[in-house]
């Protein structure tokens, strides 16, 4: 069953929170292994609020040595596996993206950012060599203006789309739910819409990435069951 990679060099980017929204919305619907790479584990203290979706399973014991191992049992245990990073440790990377299906790279609206997200996707590339196999992937614009298109973002879109770079047509827009999410451990179906703003628009945000990526989910394994048809 489906494993989603969240790749990206660079901290801060919002691939915790991405991973986060993908898994809580995919568990809506069906069993979720969410994998937190991240030593600091910041998942896994989301995940001892007292709403943790009950088809998400989090996996915490989660290192270079074992990731296989865990990535292939989450995936046997449920319908999608998602797996967050902390980005550094460049073998855990390779790991988990040698068992993708769809990596996501997160990357926030700048040229600095696109520029960590380029060597994001060169990890995508030496995959690619060394198994000998399409490793889909999609960048993932973060923490974008809900109200504005800077003219760096327009650039940078541009720029993607010139060199045939993937990006997700979902962004993930800057917004105080996702952060408080994880400052109460909570999913944003239960934050309290008294204290934080905009919570419907969140979801609607979340709700649109997770479809989305579901989507192209089914376009590239149609995709890969016609070439192996060919082959
Ligand atoms: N879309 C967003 N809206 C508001 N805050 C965000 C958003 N994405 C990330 N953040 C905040 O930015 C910081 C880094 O995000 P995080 O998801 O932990 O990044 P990473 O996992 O790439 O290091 C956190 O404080 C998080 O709450
Ligand atoms: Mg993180």
């Known amino acids: 069953m489906p494993v989603i990679v969240f ?27 969410l994998l937190d790479g991240d030593p600091n584990r910041p998942l896994t203290q989301w995940g001892k609020g007292e709403h943790k979706p009950e088809r998400l399973t989090i996996y915490s014991d989660v290192d ?23 980005g550094t440790a460049a073998k855990i990377v390779l790991l988990a993206v040698s068992q993708a299906d769809l990596v996501i790279i997160p990357t926030q609206g700048s040229q600095l950012d696109a520029e960590q997200a380029t060597r994001g996707l060169r990890v995508v590339k030496q995959q690619e060599k060394m198994s ?12 974008t203006s809900a109200a504005i298109r800077t003219r760096t973002m327009t650039h940078i879109i541009a720029s993607y789309a010139a060199a045939g770079v993937r990006v997700l ?13 994880f400052s109460f451990a909570e999913p944003l179906s239960h934050l309290d819409r008294s204290q934080v703003s905009n919570v419907d628009k ?11 990526v579901i989507s192209i989910l089914r376009e590239t394994a149609q995709e890969s069951s016609n070439q192996q048809e060919v082959a």
Request: aromatic share 4%.
């Open 7 to 33: 790749v990206s060099p660079k901290g801060g980017v919002g691939k915790s929170t991405s991973a986060v929204l993908l898994s809580q919305e995919l568990a809506n619907h069906a069993d979720v292994g």
């Open 64 to 86: 270079e040595e074992n990731i296989l191992d865990v990535i292939d049992e989450a995936a046997q245990k449920n319908t999608f596996t998602v797996v967050d990073l902390e």
């Open 132 to 143: 000998r196999r399409t490793v889909p992937y999609r960048i993932l614009l973060t923490r």
């Open 169 to 181: 047509s979902t962004e993930i827009v800057e917004r105080e739910a996702f952060k408080a999410m």
């Open 202 to 212: 969140a979801i609607a945000n979340a709700e649109a990435f997770a479809a989305e």
